[in-house]
């Protein structure tokens, strides 16, 4: 019956009732449109609201209707009082007491025990209607997972410009690089000695990439090309002719025989590797394109680009999905996690974390104040930045934290002007870190063998996170 009130006249329940039709209802009893009686109001006492209804109805089943059973009485506030007085205390309550602070401070069983932030209001299940009073602890940086600080063991000279380009074939032999001296250079990685020089290009390389899929080997440049290299014949074997300008990057994806380049003239081209024939051009930047990167699902092309925007592109129907907008300066690095559904994008403003497949921001990762070339991620999830003064920084994905900061000084007879990072790659095993430099080198990393918790400690505080879009 209480449940029934409570739903149907619960609006109505305590409504005030006028005095002055108390004082000449008073003496008479009052009777509802139906005819049925109710009792007289309680002369010299608290007035008591009467809960009538259109259709009177017996407090349980096999009830007669009748005067005393037709009509609800609600309880006065002072009654509900003189109860809850009159009633025992539980033993929940008295347990409670009994173990409570000595300093008066009282705490319900089941509360939080950690220190509340001054200004915090601790609040239990008796008050949950006043929740939205609760100042609310701002969102802080979860610890980051411990990761070994990496340390120079190896400088590769042999290129005689800046060293543009690099990749480590899926067999983790050997590794490849690309350089403004116009020249491909195939490096053993155990030994880091030249195994091949290959030429043809007329004009920096900027990009090269090895297949999964063939022994093949692609490589673009500042001459507008993109070649097709055979690795059983040192030659090339296939032109992919269509960009206007400066080819800049390129990729290959993952699972079928397709090859996307970008380049200055603001377009990416997505080409069949067997038929030379551009598939698509990607049209929609309004500057030169920087970087593209490939990946089996949706979307499967993501491109960025000096016009300060990221977008996501329907590899089908060679259009736009997604524009982000968010980053004020170009973006001229993109990478994807390889094991999480997400991606990083670099720019000297910020560096950001994207959720596919719409793109969602997750959040940025602040503190490497420079032009960033180049990005990548093993799957421990260690994300590195190169930047083009030299720098390269280490961050822990998940949190965002930056473990590491390196700048590795530049190769003797080098300009200190020429400290510059333009691309890194981790081997296959993810146990080296090839960086390709402006002092004409490639310069390798590994993990720290010796280094311990203990030695290096995360010097990590619980700071407030400020997730700003823009």
Request: with cysteine.
């Amino acid at each position: 019956m209480a449940i029934k009130l409570r739903n149907e006249y619960g609006p109505v329940l305590h409504m005030p009732t006028s005095k002055e039709n108390l004082k000449e209802k008073g003496p008479q009893n009052a009777s509802d449109s139906y005819g049925h009686k109710q009792y007289p109001a309680n002369q010299g006492q608290e007035v008591e609201y009467l809960v009538t209804g259109t259709h009177p109805y017996p407090p349980g089943p096999g009830v007669a209707l009748t005067a005393d059973t037709k009509i609800q009485r609600m309880p006065s506030e002072s009654a509900a009082q003189s109860l809850a007085v009159a009633l025992p205390t539980s033993q929940a309550r008295v347990d409670a007491n009994r173990s409570a602070p000595a300093g008066g401070e009282y705490r319900h069983p089941g509360a939080s025990d950690r220190p509340q932030p001054a200004g915090a209001v601790v609040m239990d299940g008796s008050n949950a209607k006043n929740s939205a009073l609760m100042a609310k602890k701002a969102p802080t940086m979860p610890k980051p997972q411990w990761h070994p600080p990496w340390k120079l063991y190896r400088v590769i000279s042999g290129h005689l410009g800046w060293v543009r380009c690099i990749a480590v074939e899926p067999g983790n032999q050997w590794f490849v690089t690309g350089s403004a001296d116009r020249t491909i250079k195939i490096w053993d990685l155990a030994s880091g000695k030249l195994k091949l020089s290959l030429t043809g290009h007329i004009s920096t390389v900027r990009g090269v990439i090895v297949s999964t899929r063939s022994p093949y080997l692609f490589s673009c440049g500042e001459d507008k090309q993109v070649k097709c290299w055979d690795l059983e014949y040192n030659k090339v074997i296939r032109h992919y002719h269509g960009h206007l300008s400066a080819v800049y990057g390129l990729d290959l994806h993952p699972t079928i025989d397709v090859l996307v380049t970008c380049s200055r003239d603001s377009t990416a081209r997505i080409w069949d590797v067997r038929t030379k024939a551009s598939v698509h051009t990607l049209s929609g930047h309004t500057n030169a394109v920087a970087t593209v990167r490939c990946q089996a699902a949706e979307p499967q092309i993501i491109t960025g680009s000096h016009d300060t925007t990221i977008r996501l592109w329907d590899l089908v129907a060679g259009k736009t999905r997604v524009t982000l907008t968010n980053h004020k300066k170009s973006v001229r690095a993109v990478v994807l996690h390889p094991r999480h559904y997400t991606f990083a994008s670099g720019s000297p403003d910020n560096i950001k974390q994207w959720k596919f497949p719409d793109g969602s921001f997750i959040q940025n990762l602040s503190g490497h104040n420079a032009i960033i070339n180049t990005l990548t991620v093993n799957s421990d999830g260690v994300l590195v930045s190169g930047a083009d003064n030299g720098t390269m920084h280490l961050w822990d994905w998940r949190t965002g934290y930056n473990f590491q900061r390196v700048h590795a000084a530049v190769q003797p007879g080098s300009l200190d002007s020429e400290s510059g990072i333009f691309a890194c790659a981790f081997d296959q095993s993810e146990s080296r870190l090839l960086t390709a430099e402006a002092d004409k080198t490639i310069k390798v990393y590994r993990e720290d063998d010796t280094a311990t918790e203990e030695t290096h400690p995360v010097s990590w505080k619980p700071e407030i996170i400020k997730r700003k879009r823009f």
